[in-house]
T-cell receptor, first 115, second 113 residues
Framework: AQSVTQLGSHVSVSEGALVLLRCNYSSSVPPYLFWYVQYPNQGLQLLLKYTSAATLVKGINGFEAEFKKSETSFHLTKPSAHMSDAAEYFCAVSDFYNQGGKLIFGQGTELSVKP | NAGVTQTPKFQVLKTGQSMTLQCAQDMNHEYMSWYRQDPGMGLRLIHYSVGAGITDQGEVPNGYNVSRSTTEDFPLRLLSAAPSQTSVYFC????????????FGPGTRLTVL
């Protein structure tokens, strides 16, 4: 069975600092991986996805993530945090053999950005 | 395109009441799904549909029913609400490919007293 673990339910950074949100996955088959962002009182919006092409994936709003098979990781980074990045971030893996390819989500990481 | 729309945005029910959460999409997506979001648990799949007339259970289906009579609509029914169903509910849709982007609605915040 596939699963996702996000390390750290809360991460706080200063504006302009590096953002690093950690995601590790477990999968017996090559995974498809996603990062979503949720702003307060809104639905989820796709930031980026890995679909077995380039291991370094660039997304919206300056975010990127690198797929590392040896570490079973898909960490999300942004070189310089902005106040508008404050939100909850979810890592997800697609279980494409089951339930129509449902998304399996991690627990989420809330990012705070201090001025 | 409106994308994925959900109504209502907020709802308060008493234990034992029934209601339907509405979901519609205008992207002609075949795959639609319902998730619930609870603190510290991420999102969990309730039911999903791979096309009109086809539905199936997700990981937490108990207490919920769905139907898919058209491509556009995918309502979620609570037959007899319980306090354990207090949650935020999200509807999502995507194309047929498992790597296609899944688009989420704005959510319905449900409280069961």
């Amino acid at each position: 069975a596939q699963s996702v673990t996000q390390l750290g339910s809360h991460v706080s950074v200063s504006e302009g600092a590096l953002v690093l949100l950690r995601c590790n996955y477990s999968s017996s088959v090559p995974p498809y991986l996603f990062w979503y962002v949720q702003y307060p009182n809104q639905g989820l919006q796709l930031l980026l996805k890995y679909t077995s092409a380039a291991t370094l994936v660039k997304g919206i709003n300056g975010f990127e993530a690198e797929f590392k098979k040896s570490e079973t990781s898909f960490h999300l980074t942004k070189p310089s945090a902005h106040m508008s990045d404050a939100a909850e971030y979810f890592c997800a893996v697609s279980d494409f053999y089951n339930q129509g390819g449902k998304l399996i989500f991690g627990q989420g990481t809330e990012l705070s950005v201090k001025p | 395109n409106a994308g994925v729309t959900q109504t209502p945005k907020f709802q308060v029910l008493k234990t034992g009441q029934s209601m339907t959460l509405q979901c519609a999409q205008d992207m002609n997506h075949e795959y639609m799904s319902w998730y619930r979001q609870d603190p510290g648990m991420g999102l969990r799949l309730i039911h999903y549909s791979v096309g009109a007339g086809i539905t199936d259970q997700g990981e937490v289906p108990n207490g919920y029913n769905v139907s898919r009579s058209t491509t556009e609509d995918f309502p979620l029914r609570l037959l007899s609400a319980a306090p354990s169903q207090t949650s935020v509910y999200f509807c999502a849709s995507r194309g047929q490919g498992v790597t296609d982007t899944q688009y989420f609605g704005p959510g319905t915040r449900l409280t069961v007293l």
